[in-house]
């Protein structure tokens, strides 16, 4: 080889070389907080932060880029509330994941009923989901978490059906996994809560539902279906949550996971019959 020839394949090398480097110093928290917030900001699928960051993003870094893309978009304005999702094995299995994960329910996520009752705009989704969920309110303030089951019933304000209507949406062709689905606030984007009775009158494990669309039945389930128990739902949602960096507030809904299974929003009338719990009607346009 020539001594021009070495002095060029030397160039070439150490520029690879800092080039790897470069790669291997960035922040994923920072650039993945950024680039999920900016996604949003502009309304764009969320990036997959897996494919770019590999083994580099870990589970608790995947909440912190939760945690700074929401801070940068809220602007100081309190979530609606706090979702479970993945919170049946059937779905962990699907995304690889080995527990629940958690999110939150943007500011202004709560549909509000007009006169002739909900309705959606299926253009408004690019990827939108149906989910059938048992919803809580507290009445005291969590910032810290929760010892047992007990505590967490005592601190219950009201128990309610409730729908919820992500937009599983993404950039690119590879397959969402876990720590993607937690990175990129699992989606929120709506949901609907029903009428609430107080939480000594109703067992949530005892709910079974059917989800009707057009009149033909979509989806049944029942409360077991979230981690096989909604009260060790619920109080795994409210740790996580904390752990977080959040605080639960009195009027902010808590929503525990899909009961039965997620199905795709399409056009049509919907209602969700949760028997003696109550029931949803929503139009989709």
């Known amino acids: 080889m020539s001594w021009s020839n070495t002095k060029a394949w030397a160039g070439g090398w150490l520029s690879a070389v800092l080039l790897l480097g470069a790669c291997n110093s960035i922040d994923p928290v920072q650039d993945g907080g950024f680039r999920v917030s900016q996604a949003w900001a502009q ?93 809580y309110r507290f009445a005291r303030r969590i910032d810290r978490p929760l010892p047992d089951v007990r505590a967490l019933q005592v601190s219950l304000q009201e128990i309610l059906p409730a729908i919820e209507l992500p937009d599983l949406a993404h950039a690119g062709d590879e397959q969402y996994r876990a720590l993607d689905i937690i990175a990129t606030n699992a989606g929120a984007r709506h949901f609907i809560a029903g009428s609430g009775r107080a939480s000594s009158l109703t067992d949530p494990n005892l709910v079974n539902f059917t989800l009707y669309r057009d009149g033909e039945v979509v989806a049944q389930g029942s409360g077991r279906d979230a981690l096989d128990d909604q009260w060790q739902a619920l109080l795994w949602l409210v740790n996580r949550t904390v752990a977080s960096g959040w605080t639960i507030e009195p009027g902010q809904v808590l929503i525990t996971g899909a009961m039965g299974k997620p199905t795709p929003l399409q056009a049509g009338i919907y209602v969700a019959d949760y028997g003696r719990f109550g029931r949803i009607e929503w139009t989709v346009y």
């Open 43 to 135: 309304k764009q699928p969320v990036p997959l932060l897996v494919p770019i960051y590999k083994k580099n993003l870990t589970l608790d870094g995947a909440y912190r880029i939760q945690k700074l893309a929401l801070e940068q978009t809220l602007g100081g304005r309190a979530p609606a509330g706090f979702k479970a999702a993945l919170t049946n094995l059937e779905s962990q299995r699907y995304y690889g994941a080995t527990a629940p994960a958690a999110a939150v329910l943007p500011p202004g996520s709560a549909l509000r009923a007009s006169d002739s009752g909900y309705s959606i705009e299926l253009r408004d989704y690019r990827q939108g989901i149906v989910e059938v969920e048992i919803g």
